[in-house]
T-cell receptor, first 115, second 117 residues
Framework: DAGVTQSPTHLIKTRGQQVTLRCSPKSGHDTVSWYQQALGQGPQFIFQYYEEEERQRGNFPDRFSGHQFPNYSSELNVNALLLGDSALYLC??????????????FGSGTQLSVL | AQKITQTQPGMFVQEKEAVTLDCTYDTSDQSYGLFWYKQPSSGEMIFLIYQGSYDEQNATEGRYSLNFQKARKSANLVISASQLGDSAMYFCAMREGMNSGYSTLTFGKGTMLLVSP
């Protein structure tokens, strides 16, 4: 049973560029959340997708956008990259309508470096 | 105000000893959940233990237990019989709005645990 998979594992971009990160949820999960983890910090919630729609959003600018596909996989897009966007981007999956003690399953993340 | 506060940036413990990692939280919700995750150097967040706000007993999962003191709004993680493989970052997290079917977590800044032989 494959867990949450993310690609690529590492990425280097320059300021102003655009980046796309990808995530495949754990088998059987239909909800994908994205988190940004800056160095030395805890993960911060970016947004969550369920049934191909953004359902909740954290305090991130519109430069951060996403998409969910019919197979539940998801993409995170960041436009006009800033140095401060350098972070580990974590994808988490869950089953949206399960009891709310449902734990999130995380991938190993994509390490984005903006130069 | 911080919703999740972890006051210990780093903790040291000897192998086979017990260690307590502190976590306090802030919420006005009556129904919420508290989680602990472990993050080794590989980056993946690994679920350890969960405590619901209405659970009367402290949660336990193997060597992990959660010391839940609701009135003090604290949810400390206790690791018994530490092992070298326990060396990692540990994050406390909270889910509010438990009537929602959607799972978002607010994390603390984490505590780095180092286990020495």
């Amino acid at each position: 049973d494959a867990g949450v998979t993310q690609s690529p594992t590492h990425l280097i971009k320059t300021r102003g560029q655009q980046v796309t990160l990808r995530c495949s949820p754990k088998s059987g999960h239909d909800t994908v959340s994205w988190y940004q983890q800056a160095l030395g910090q805890g993960p911060q919630f970016i947004f969550q997708y369920y049934e191909e729609e953004e359902r909740q959003r954290g305090n991130f600018p519109d430069r951060f956008s996403g998409h969910q596909f019919p197979n539940y996989s998801s993409e995170l897009n960041v436009n006009a990259l800033l140095l401060g966007d350098s972070a580990l981007y974590l994808c988490a999956s869950s089953l949206g309508h399960r009891p709310t003690n449902e734990k999130l399953f995380f991938g190993s993340g994509t390490q984005l470096s903006v130069l | 105000a911080q919703k999740i506060t972890q006051t210990q940036p780093g903790m040291f413990v000897q192998e086979k000893e017990a260690v307590t990692l502190d976590c306090t939280y802030d919420t006005s919700d009556q129904s919420y959940g508290l989680f602990w995750y472990k993050q080794p150097s590989s980056g993946e967040m690994i679920f350890l233990i969960y405590q619901g706000s209405y659970d009367e007993q402290n949660a336990t999962e193997g060597r992990y237990s959660l010391n839940f003191q609701k009135a003090r709004k604290s949810a400390n993680l206790v690791i018994s019989a530490s092992q070298l493989g326990d060396s990692a970052m540990y994050f406390c997290a909270m889910r509010e709005g438990m009537n929602s079917g959607y799972s978002t977590l607010t994390f603390g800044k984490g505590t780095m645990l180092l286990v020495s032989p």
